[in-house]
């Protein structure tokens, strides 16, 4: 017990020479770390500081946007119930984390040591990444990749000092990937390094839940396939996260090219609300049908079995919009819409053809889809097809402000469409004047087009907009540009034309295909930003991919924060200063290399 008080004291002066600032403000640090120091301990130290964590107030960040119901999290609660009772007796909580170090869960065998991690913050929701609070057993377990056992002043940051802890990243057992943290903590006084070994055992122990958990919704997706397969003589096909199964008719009837398509959409079905049942073109010409069962494993989804039909093989006839007339087309802000003599995607080309029909027929019509998916573009767009002469006049949600009756309609008699946006976003007041003003539109003799544009998701009947929904006879849905990447060049080809206007600008082979990998969370609107500023690297000629921001050069599957986001461009540049070269990236950037390692795969960033 002297020589653990004693290398403590050590390790605290140790830690107040690294934070040491001499007179002008700079940092005083010349020599190495001292030994009692362990080496991953001092890297942690020094990326803590370099990340400008203040070691005296820094604290964590609360977040509401945890996802209470994941694999993680049902996988982790056997486990954390049981190792409660198992240290029952000892005064500690048990932390669960996803891997961004967000608390997801903490669970304390004593009330006083609850109400002390009450006070850092050490609680559902918060951030404990090494970035945020500095050195921890949670944060630094995350970019080591490693377990930990932190104890005392080891800890960067000085509220900390109090507490030990030991985390354990928690791997996916089949893909490598982190997908949290269990963490236990305690006071210096109460811990021993056995702490490390049993929050490993119990990290281990949940990762072997996530193994049987992700068996057992394959095994249900497979048997369910069998089933199906078993019932019928037609072609069958399976889809779920990685698994793609299909019987031998299904593979003799359609080339991989309509097998590839049919898969995609059958994803896309997957997310859909309502029954999976369909009808699409292949751009083969043929046209099938697609009935499908969603498969699951208690409240999680497996996948999707499908039974598909031939309906016609008649041979494809490109799918064209009417010709623009030579006029003048009243200019839109925002993405532009695709050409009309190429083939699209086949939910692409579902939406315009939706849309156009109700042009024609002038119906009432809504447009959904998610935000920067280019809703507002491709209405005005088509409209301006259908009628050349036509005008647009557009309503933004925010602020609404609809005319009075006595000037609700403009003069002339020209075709007009009225575009009202985001109306999912409008509140009861702003709902009540669009609903006056819809019905004097509704009795106008003029030629009038009506639509509407929602970026909700899921229609949720609490909101006030839904009273509106009776002036709207037709609805169609602009798909995410992650579920039309066939579309990907045509849309950035025109978007980078309509940003560069007559300088000549083309995207490479090498910048479309980093592109192509990319999912855009935020679509087109996303796509433009990354454009523009490939615009301010290369003004004129071929855009390249180092042309690009960092984050069109990760596959990651979800929206990066600013810090993640500004650690992945830092890696990505590093790489570039390396030529690729992994063992000189991690030392200039001052990590190991299973760090850099672990880093390129959560952030998907391809370093070949």
């Known amino acids: ?114 109400t002390l991690l009450d006070q850092v913050s050490l609680a559902p929701g918060f951030n404990y990444a090494e970035g945020v609070v500095g050195t921890n057993g949670i944060g630094t377990v995350l970019e080591s990749g490693q377990s930990l056992y932190i104890v005392g002043p080891e800890h960067f940051n000085e509220n900390l000092q109090s507490f030990a802890c030991a985390g354990s990243p928690i791997r996916d057992p089949l893909t490598g990937r982190v997908e949290g943290v269990l963490d236990i903590s305690c006071l210096s006084e109460d811990s021993s390094p056995l702490m490390r070994s049993v929050v490993q055992s119990a990290a281990h122990e949940i990762e072997r839940n996530l193994l049987v958990d992700r068996s057992q919704r394959q095994q249900a997706l497979f048997e369910a396939y069998v089933r199906a397969d078993a019932r019928t003589r037609g072609a069958v096909m399976a889809v779920g996260g990685t698994m793609v199964m299909g019987n031998a008719i299904a593979q003799s009837l359609f080339e991989p090219a309509e097998q590839w398509a049919i898969h995609e959409h059958a994803r896309y079905l997957l997310t859909r609300r309502g029954q999976p049942i369909d009808q699409i073109e292949l751009t083969s010409g043929k046209v099938v049908n697609l009935r499908g069962t969603r498969v699951g494993t208690g409240d999680n989804l497996a996948g999707i079995v499908l039974l598909v039909d031939i309906e016609s093989e008649a041979a494809r006839v490109p799918f064209v919009l009417p010709a623009a007339a030579t006029g003048a087309i009243t200019p839109v802000a925002g993405p532009i819409a695709p050409a009309d003599d190429v083939d699209r995607s086949l939910l692409a080309k579902r939406t315009y053809t939706g849309i156009v029909d109700a042009l024609q027929q002038r119906r009432s019509l809504i447009v959904g889809g998610e935000a920067g998916s280019g809703k507002l573009s491709v209405l005005v767009d088509l409209f301006h097809r259908v009628v050349p002469t036509g005008r647009t006049r557009v309503y933004a949600s925010t602020g609404l402000s609809v005319p009075a009756p006595s000037e609700d309609l403009p003069s002339g008699t020209e075709p007009m469409l009225f575009v009202f946006t985001n109306i999912d976003q409008l509140t009861e007041p702003a709902v009540d004047d669009l609903d006056r003003f819809l019905v004097l539109l509704a009795a106008s003799e003029r030629p009038l087009s009506i639509a509407a544009t929602m970026s909700g998701t899921d229609l949720d009947p609490a909101l006030p907009f839904t009273r509106l929904l009776a002036r709207f006879e037709a609805s169609v849905t602009v798909a995410p540009l992650r579920h039309r990447l066939d579309d990907l060049p045509v849309i950035a080809t025109r978007v980078l034309a309509n940003l560069a206007g007559p300088r000549h600008v083309s995207l490479s082979p090498g910048a479309m295909r980093v592109l192509s990998r990319y999912t855009w969370p935020r679509n087109i609107r996303q796509l433009e930003e990354a454009l523009e500023a490939a615009l301010l690297k290369r003004p004129v000629g071929e855009i390249q991919p180092e042309d690009l921001p960092g984050y069109c050069h990760t596959g990651a599957r979800r929206l990066l924060s600013p810090m993640e986001a500004g650690e992945r461009d830092l890696i990505i540049r590093a790489l570039r200063d390396a030529d690729g070269n992994r063992v000189r990236t991690a030392e200039a950037l001052g990590i190991a290399r299973s760090s850099l390692y672990r880093k390129l795969k959560t952030f998907g960033i391809d370093a070949a």
């Not at 004291?9 to 403000?25: H, N, V």
């Not at 994941?70 to 049981?82: D, N, Q």
């Open 1 to 114: 017990m002297p020589e653990t008080a004693a290398r403590r004291r050590r390790i605290a002066a140790a830690r107040a020479d690294f934070l040491r600032f001499d007179g002008t403000g700079a940092h005083a640090r010349t020599a190495p770390v001292p030994d009692v120091v362990a080496g991953i301990v001092a890297a942690s130290w020094q990326r803590s500081f370099s990340a400008g964590v203040n070691a005296a107030t820094a604290q964590a960040v609360f977040h509401d946007d945890l996802d209470l119901t994941s694999r993680l999290m049902r996988c982790s609660k056997p486990v954390i119930a049981r190792l409660s009772d198992d240290m029952a007796q000892m005064p500690l909580s048990i932390v669960l984390t996803d891997a961004r170090a967000r608390i997801l869960s903490r669970s304390e065998t004593n009330r006083t040591i609850g």
